[in-house]
């Protein structure tokens, strides 16, 4: 890949942002699946804090977000600095760094989809397995994921989607080291800085059709889906 990047500049930022979004998006599997299933059945007094502090990237700027960010991953910071006694690397202007911000900046975009599918499901299903004997992991797995299916696949596009546009987050925190934390978006700001319009718009065309075939590709389904129900 360093061969094609050095023939090729434009691909570094291009590999480097799929990286970003796959990595985001396989953590965000892990991390958001449970936390919106739980967010879909408890009663809990503290389920609208916790739906407050998920959706909070949705309304902050992402400068701010990442401002914080920053402090919170900096060696001064007890993270940071565990981190780097841990590996001998700063999370700050690093690629795992780029993973934690996006995770967190991208939070909502995986759990909110989930949860809205998961809460369509009801409660019936689930108790129905259970009165046959399923556990509650066995009910989850062979019956809650199945009926969820198009939930899970409109969350991965919007996360993945979403972290491919990232700027203001990822700058802040990785900054605009080729190679390591220069991601399309701020290639594309670079590139309009230095007046190299042909490039940027090689870029910006590329994320822009990638974009809206994504999301037209869950529209679509969406619609499809429905009008099979229908």
């Known amino acids: 890949m360093s061969e094609l990047s050095s023939q090729w500049p434009l691909l570094s930022p291009v590999w480097l942002t799929l990286r970003l979004a796959g990595t ?7 991390l958001g699946t449970p936390l919106a299933w739980w967010l ?3 009663r809990s007094k503290f389920k609208p804090a916790i739906e407050a502090v998920t959706a ?6 992402p400068t701010v977000l990442g401002f914080y960010l920053l402090l919170v991953l900096s ?11 841990l590996t001998d690397d700063t999370l700050t202007f690093s690629f ?16 909110q989809p989930l949860a809205t599918a998961f809460d369509a499901i ?8 259970a009165s046959l004997g399923a556990s509650p992991l066995d009910g989850f797995v062979h019956v809650a994921l199945p ?9 991965a596009v919007l996360t993945f989607t979403h972290t491919l546009g990232e700027f203001g987050v990822v700058l802040m925190v990785g900054g605009n080291i080729p190679g390591e934390t220069r991601v399309v978006s701020i290639a594309i700001y670079d ?9 940027a718009h090689t870029l910006a065309a590329g994320l822009l059709v990638f974009s809206f075939g994504a999301l037209w590709a869950i529209y679509s389904l969406d619609r499809g889906s429905r009008l099979h129900v229908g």
């Open 75 to 85: 060696p001064n910071a007890p993270i940071g600095r565990f981190w780097v006694s």
């Open 56 to 61: 909070l990237p949705l309304v902050l700027p």
């Open 147 to 155: 009926l969820s299916a198009r939930g899970f696949l409109t969350a």
């Open 96 to 111: 795992i760094g780029l993973v934690v911000a996006s995770v967190i900046y991208s939070l909502p975009f995986m759990v």
């Open 40 to 42: 879909a059945r408890t």
């Open 24 to 30: 985001t998006t396989l953590v965000l599997f892990v």
């Open 122 to 129: 009801g409660r019936g299903p689930i108790e129905a397995a």
């Open 191 to 199: 590139h309009v800085e230095s007046l190299r319009y042909a490039e």
